[in-house]
């Protein structure tokens, strides 16, 4: 049986000695003085942080941040402005839904976000996980903040065999446990920045673990092992090609769809993208425009769903065409599976 109290004194006594400084948060000092975080800035780094890491989210955030300091602003943008500012932190209809929740908050709540997980819940785009992380971190509200560390520390610290993803509604009820109603932002900090620091998913750093006297995956001699995983089905693969459509120093965009994978997203055009790949004839017959189209080799990408090879075709105009023509240093905010395209295609990127 866990000892709740003391487990939980010595977790918040190591997150008020090493609580990281990030720029979404107050710290723990400030959160004992009352002083609770921006709830715009928490609902936009957990937004963010989504399939990405706080290394790479960061500069976005700040950027971001600089741009539209508050909800409001960021939610009378361009929708292809926000587009080009999100690109490089995958999965676009999170940008779509970020869009969406800004403008109902600013328009149906008078830009102020709602103080509890069951209000924050009814917002566009706002999952069970970021309602109880924004509802915790900037209202101190009692709320099970569970995201991949905190099931980690979770399948550690008790040994859950039930392999992931069937443990998750287990670890969550276990991360439910150790809730309560004193410092409830600071707990959901404090497990979320032990599962990045310490209690790693690699080479977990046991030796300055400041639970590690009540964890039973350490008693295993294991804890690496934990949480145990089934083996994952292998990633499909699909191929097609990308037109890298030239006219002088500019290049030929277009609007992708507003739904499905980049949707609403600055893009080449392309071939579908199928399973089988493109023979020199069909590739020839998708091209967005008639003209001498060159082979220049292809680019590899990893989705989260799939894997993709594009056979690069390059091709010289002096049309206009139903296009975005657009100069060199406007190509830099393109989706990086584009950008590698480009490169491939064009001699130079500025």
């Known amino acids: 049986m866990l000892d709740i109290p003391a487990l939980r004194a010595a977790l918040l006594a190591w997150y008020d000695a090493q609580a990281r400084d990030l720029p979404w948060r107050t710290g723990p000092a400030a959160g004992k003085a009352g002083q609770r975080s921006d709830p715009y800035r928490v609902w936009l780094s957990e937004v963010m942080l989504q399939q990405t890491t706080v290394p790479h989210a960061t500069p976005y955030f700040l950027g971001f941040i600089q741009r539209w300091p508050t909800v409001s602003d960021l939610a009378a943008v361009d929708d292809g402005d926000l587009m080009a500012a999100w690109a490089g932190l995958g999965y676009y209809a999170r940008a779509r839904n970020l869009l969406a929740c800004a403008r109902a908050v600013a328009n149906d709540h008078g830009g102020v976000f709602p103080d509890t997980e069951e209000a924050l819940r009814a917002l566009p785009g706002v999952g ?34 039930t392999p992931v993803p069937d443990a998750k509604p287990e670890l969550k009820r276990l991360a439910g446990d150790l809730v309560t109603g004193e410092r409830p932002g600071d707990w959901a900090q404090a497990l ?159």
């Not at 509802?135 to 008790?158: P, Q, Y």
């Not at 030796?207 to 089934?230: D, H, M, N, Q, Y």
């Open 192 to 350: 979320m920045d032990l599962g990045a620091t310490v209690c790693r998913p690699k080479s977990p750093l046991c030796a300055l673990c400041p639970v590690s006297a009540w964890c039973e995956g350490l008693k295993t001699g294991l804890p690496e092992t934990f949480p145990r995983k089934l083996k994952k089905p292998a990633r499909p693969h699909r191929h097609g090609v990308a037109y890298v459509l030239t006219r002088g120093d500019q290049t030929a965009l277009v609007r992708r769809p507003p739904n499905g994978l980049l949707g609403g997203m600055l893009g080449l055009p392309t071939s579908d993208w199928r399973s089988e790949p493109w023979r020199d004839e069909e590739a020839a017959a998708a091209a967005p425009a008639a003209g001498a189209w060159r082979e220049f080799g292809t680019v590899e990408h990893v989705f989260t769903h799939f894997s993709l090879t594009l056979r690069v075709l390059r091709a010289e105009t002096n049309a206009d065409g139903d296009f975005v023509w657009t100069e060199p240093a406007g190509l830099s905010g393109l989706p990086s599976v584009f950008l590698k395209a480009v490169k491939a295609g064009r001699e130079r990127l500025v």
């Open 128 to 161: 069970a996980y970021t309602a109880a992380a924004v509802a915790a971190i900037a209202f101190d509200r009692e709320a099970n903040v569970v995201d991949g560390n905190v099931e980690r520390v979770m399948a550690r610290l008790l040994a859950v065999e």
